[in-house]
């Protein structure tokens, strides 16, 4: 090992210094024989002359000296390179154009490596990430719904697969006694949550179990942005205490920067025990979730399985109403990639559909020109090159090209992926995350290297065969031309014709869904609706008639501002997500099996909501002011919901709606209404089925004042906040948009995937015609004579269009067919990216087939003029 | 042609022994290429005759190896000459390599000459 690092350092540097140092060193060693001559009493020249003779052949020895120094692989290796890169040198713009393909395939391929890796692999920055499970409970319709408190319990303390456990639960309260009141989110957690999640404090101390216990003082742990946001960067700010919600805590520490637990800002930890550790009930659902660290080795079946026996021993020993429930676990990554998965594999493959096109234009490219130097490697191997070295100098070769296109490809890869971070939706989690870290270096090295061998190959094979003395004997540029490299081009182009095709088609379909999307009825107006979202502070607004009390006033007196035409309250708006899902029955229809109780979503909307809305009324009538808090529960339920139940939505009316089907309690509504289906999780989403409670019999402190405006919404903002701030000044507005942001955002992922596609098509499309292009134009070079003999004897301009356009016709055809099986085939893949359309859709495919055809007869254009307007007597005269 | 050995030819180097030789000619004392040269053939009666073409080659093998280091220095009689040194390395190496060649010697002499 050692003598061979010294024998690279001296074959890249040290080497002229050597050199000079031996000649010196023989140098010396002739003038000591030659003194010893004097000595002896020769005179000096003679004496020199002996000493030359004595020594032997100086530059013989020398040579001879160096060959110890060299490492002959090294020293061939570094020779293929130089040749390599004089090769590039002498054809400058063939050099160009398999550079800058690979630069552009490499590029793009190492920036989406680089999000797929920080979204989807990359381990969370939290110690044994990779072992970190989420947790939930299932039933038969839902699964990782929350747990109960008793159910955790259980599970942290009986289980035997995890190491760790931590239950969590978020909630928002409003910080107050600082200035103005503000809205803080809190994530309550269990005193092993720091441990699981290895965070420090930067001041002060964490939880500890005493601290996690019903009834112990009430304490908080800051983040560090809170810390310094809200409390002012204070570094004696442990001990101090901060009201939320009305509730004086002290807080115990402050965390250190940088801490991130799941994507939402979280501003205060509180001990969840503290708050739930009172709940007995087992069916007692709130918001917790709950993570676990899996013992080394164990597995996520062993784990769930160990839960559901937790569970069946509960439900034997403390039967409820949930004893079917079963324990929920995933790995924590996947949970986080969520469904953003599906995209980012998507568009890694059709990034890796162009990495192959690329390929195959490089393969194709160098196939090309080593033809045209057949004659050159035939030299060579008639004055005894070895096949083996031969092969591995055009392999050097390739690669030398891999290697300039890849350090291209990722100046290119940097500079897309601080665009992709730019433009890419925010709700994408560790997004930010992305970066030219070593992982993606060693991924781009991987792909260039890959890329140089795979298209290196295709002339080494060819080289390979070549036909001595056909080669040197024929000596014209196109010795060598077999119809084995013919076969091999036609089906490079082929397989570029059909990649194109597959991706033309998806992002055909992505292009098609996004237009359906942003066209889809939103089931309401959101032009001029304003919403201005409020969480009314717990400790001041306490009862149902002062939350009534203050969305009433608020209401009247924002109507009552110029320019609002219309003001309504719902707790979920438009685009803005659910409110969450409910098992449901209907009192007047057989009672369903426990398994197959139906889930709807609820929401909370008042009477002027569907009014200032613009939703239509299907049957029935809105609510109204004879709704009364104490009057006979009434609720309005979308038509997803009545289609769902029944034939048609008249015949709702009138019915009843038990709210947690018939095995859990809930409140019975009368049906008095059906509106329009809206897009509530947003423009992409599916229509699920909806029921409305009436705001006036089921008040909440948290909803969304939507204001119909007579112009701008945007205008009415300032006199929003300003009504707000005047009505009670320790009301946070959470936020305040358009209805058409809250729509517009909801699409942000399918914009961000629909246009990366796009490019990825498009990029196809470019490096396709321009394999076709090459192979086309080599095609009609290698048959010149050919033609110009033909043309000579009096052939037609247009049956030689007739030839050269039935081969490119012929390669078009195969390819689209193998493109439209592909892509047929891919479309299942599709299906959950796709809006409005089905994925299997024979219109795009006819479009996806047209655009190819088009895309490819421009590129076969420019050769097929040149077949036809060959120059027959020039050509057979140069000839 | 004879094919006795003639006396008055100088013997070859067999693989390997030049290296263990210039090792040992450097036991005592640093020494340039010629001394070496020189040592070999002296204490070999002349048998080896030193081709420079061998010994440059081997002692760039010995510095690749780091068993012995160089350095230009003033030779007693104040010429500039390129001195050779044992490494510790190379010194432990001649230990192990001498006795290699001892016992290859006398085994080659037992089969050769067995004495009666």
């Not at chain 1, 079963?326 to 986080?336: G, I, L």
């Not at chain 1, 040197?472 to 091999?488: C, I, N």
Request: proline fraction near 4%; glycine fraction near 8%.
């Amino acid at each position: 090992m050692r003598e061979w690092w010294s024998k690279i350092c001296r074959a890249l540097h040290l080497r002229r210094g050597l050199d000079d140092d031996l000649s010196d060193e023989m140098e010396a060693h002739l003038d000591l024989i030659t003194a010893e001559n004097i000595e002896r009493g020769m005179p000096p020249g003679e004496a020199r002359a002996a000493a030359r003779r004595a020594f032997g052949n100086l530059t013989r020895m020398q040579e001879k000296t160096r060959e110890a120094w060299q490492f002959p692989r090294f020293e061939t290796f570094l020779q293929d390179i130089r040749y390599g890169l004089r090769g590039i040198r002498r054809s400058p713009s063939f050099s160009l154009v398999v550079i800058l393909t690979l630069a552009l395939s490499i590029g793009a391929n190492t920036a989406i490596f680089s999000v797929v890796y920080s979204v989807l692999v990359r381990p969370l920055p939290y110690p044994s990430g990779e072992r970190l499970v989420w947790l939930g409970e299932s039933t038969a319709k839902a699964s990782g719904i929350s747990i109960t408190w008793i159910n955790f319990e259980h599970w942290h303390h009986d289980n035997d697969s995890f190491e760790n456990m931590a239950a969590f639960a978020g909630e928002d309260l409003t910080l107050t006694g600082r200035g103005d009141a503000v809205l803080t989110h809190e994530l309550l957690v269990t005193s092993s949550f720091f441990q699981l999640t290895g965070v420090r404090p930067a001041l002060g101390r964490l939880f500890t179990d005493p601290d996690d216990t019903p009834g112990a003082a009430p304490t908080v742990v800051a983040t560090a942005d809170c810390w310094q946001r809200k409390l002012g960067g204070d570094a004696n700010v442990v001990g101090e205490s901060v009201v939320l919600d009305g509730t004086s805590y002290q807080i115990v520490g402050v965390l250190s920067p940088r801490f991130q637990f799941l994507t939402g800002a979280v501003d205060f930890y509180l001990p969840l025990g503290r708050a739930a550790g009172s709940s007995h009930k087992r069916s007692d659902h709130g918001n917790i979730r709950a993570v676990g660290l899996l013992k080394p080795g164990a597995t996520l079946t062993q784990a769930r399985t160990n839960l559901d026996a937790i569970m069946q021993r509960l439900a034997l020993n403390d039967p409820g109403p949930e004893d079917d429930h079963r324990a929920y676990a995933s790995y924590f990554t996947e949970v986080m990639a969520g469904d953003v998965r599906t995209t980012l594999l998507v568009l890694m493959s059709a990034v890796g559909l162009v990495l192959i096109i690329a390929c195959a234009n490089v393969a194709s490219l160098l196939l090309a020109r080593s033809t045209a130097r057949a004659r050159e490697i035939a030299v060579r191997v008639a004055i005894g090159a070895g096949r083996a070295r031969l092969v591995r100098q055009l392999l050097t070769e390739t690669i030398v090209i891999a290697a300039i296109g890849g350090a291209l490809g990722l100046l290119l890869a940097g500079w897309c992926l601080r665009t992709l971070l730019l433009i890419g939706p925010r709700d994408i989690p560790r997004l930010a995350e992305a970066a030219l870290d070593i992982p993606v270096l060693l991924f781009a090295a991987a792909i260039s290297v890959a890329v140089g061998l795979l298209a290196g190959l295709a002339p080494v094979w060819n080289a390979g065969k070549v036909d001595l003395t056909t080669a040197l004997k024929e000596g014209s540029p196109t010795a060598g031309t077999g119809r084995r490299g013919q076969t091999f081009r036609s089906t490079l182009v082929i397989a570029e014709i059909a990649i194109t095709l597959m991706l033309a088609f998806a992002s055909g379909l992505l292009v098609r869904s996004l237009i359906a999307a942003q066209r889809a009825d939103t089931g309401f107006d959101p032009k001029n609706l304003l919403a201005i979202e409020l969480q009314l502070p717990e400790s001041r607004y306490k009862s149902d008639d002062s939350v009534r009390e203050y969305y009433g006033q608020l209401s009247r007196n924002l109507r009552a501002e110029p320019g609002v035409s219309d003001v309504g309250l719902v707790m979920c708006p438009p685009g803005g997500g659910d409110c969450g899902d409910f098992w449901y029955s209907i009192l007047e229809k057989p009672t369903p099996g426990r398994d197959d109780v139906p889930l709807s979503l609820y929401n909370i909307a008042d009477a002027n909501y569907f009014r200032a809305a613009r939703m239509r009324l299907l049957a029935g009538r809105n609510f109204n002011e004879l709704d009364r808090a104490n009057g006979s529960r009434v609720t309005m339920i979308n038509e997803r919901l009545a289609r769902q139940e029944w034939s048609d939505p008249q015949l709702a009316l009138g019915q009843h709606l038990k709210v947690g089907g018939p095995y859990m309690e809930g409140p019975t509504l009368e049906i008095i209404g059906v509106v329009a289906n809206i897009s509530q999780e947003g423009l992409d989403a599916e229509r699920s089925p909806t029921f409305y409670y009436a705001f006036s019999q089921k008040p909440s402190s948290a909803m969304v004042v939507t204001l119909r405006t007579n112009g701008d919404p945007a205008q009415s903002m300032d006199a929003a906040r300003r009504q707000v701030s005047a009505l009670d000044r320790n009301v946070p507005i959470q936020s305040l948009r358009t209805a058409e942001d809250w729509l517009g955002a909801t699409l942000q992922r399918r914009r961000f995937a629909t246009l990366l596609l796009g490019l990825f098509g498009g990029l196809a499309m470019l490096l396709a015609a321009v394999g076709i292009y090459g192979v086309l134009n080599y095609w009609v070079s290698a048959r010149q004579r050919e033609i110009a003999i033909r043309l000579a004897i009096g052939a037609q301009r247009s049956s030689i269009l007739r030839l050269a356009g039935l081969h490119a016709t012929r390669l078009a055809v195969i390819g689209i067919v193998f493109g439209a099986i592909g892509a047929w085939g891919a479309a299942r893949w599709l299906e959950s990216l796709v809006f409005g359309v089905t994925a299997r859709n024979p219109m795009m495919m006819l479009l996806a087939g047209a655009t190819v055809i088009v895309i490819a007869a421009l590129a076969a254009s420019v050769p097929l003029w040149r077949a036809t307007h060959t120059d027959a007597v020039r050509n057979l005269h140069e000839a | 042609m004879s094919t006795v050995d003639d006396p008055r030819k100088a013997l070859e180097f067999l693989q390997g022994t030049l290296e263990v030789l210039i090792l040992r000619s450097l036991q005592s004392a640093p020494n340039h290429a010629y001394g070496i040269s020189q040592f070999l053939e002296q204490q070999s009666e002349y048998e080896f005759l030193v081709d420079n073409g061998s010994l440059y080659p081997a002692l760039q093998r010995l510095l690749q190896r780091r068993w012995i280091t160089s350095q230009w220095k003033k030779s007693p009689n104040a010429r500039r000459a390129k001195y050779y040194r044992l490494t510790p390395l190379g010194r432990k190496q001649l230990v192990a390599a001498k006795s290699k060649w001892m016992r290859f010697v006398e085994a080659m002499a037992r089969v050769l000459a067995p004495q009666r």
